[in-house]
């Protein structure tokens, strides 16, 4: 007597496949969101496509339904309602975590599908010629769906990697990066702070230490000048405070010879100089 109850009873707590694919092709053309609900819950698959289809109808009720029944937000309704322009839908869909920047299958956001739906409204007003306010009122819709949007960057951001802390020769900061293709790279991309060409200059910098982006350099005056290549010529510069001599002045050949000897000096002190300078370029490159 209660067996067909029992079977009634079963089927609907576990309906078979061909149940569960005859309920939601219903759930696919149902409008009433009471009726959505009873679908659900006899076993209909709320992630059937049934979302994208009430969105790209704009019926904002049905969206809610749906959403209340935990249908996935981001499975292309969002693009569905931003192509028809409903604005109502948008706003639902964002408020249950539809997810703005998350491209569909072609690679287009959302804000591309509404900005091309407007431009396919504006294309058919050109060639139907003068509008009237319901054509005004639609493209109104597609602009206040693109501002609920959030924009698209201008530029992709772009990764450089990791920069070397080295100084060149002019004291600037050493322009390879680990994402280049040059050799001396290498040390960069094992997690180094110096590249191949700057590797000598690493015991300067303590770890915990970044290498300023340019020197500092200390400009000495006329006088400091003379009294280093003085010192490094073995001269001993006379005081500019000296006082004259109470006696005779020496012979102003002597005075000539001494000044020829101190400038011969100088010049050779200033020619190690340079050679220094330039056997240092050679250790750093």
Known sequence: MFAPCVELIRRRRHPTDEERAALTGQLLQEQQPARIEALVERGADVDCGALARAASDGDVDRTRALLALNADPNE????AACRAGSLECVRALRQHGAEARRPDAKGRLPADAAAAAWRKVRRRRRREGPSDDTDDAEERRYRDVLRTLPAKPLHAQRQVGRRCKGLTLKGTRCLITSCTRNPAAAPLRKGE??????ACQACDFPDDEVAPARPVRTELTA??????????????????QRQRPTTASPDIAELHSRRLNIEQRIV?????VRELQELGRVIAT
């Open 193 to 198: 702070r110096f590249c191949a060409h700057h």
């Open 268 to 272: 050779d002190a200033t020619r190690q």
């Open 223 to 240: 006088d400091q000048t003379l009294e280093l290549l003085s010192t490094l010529a073995g001269v001993e510069r006379p005081s500019s």
């Open 76 to 79: 292309g309704a969002l693009h």
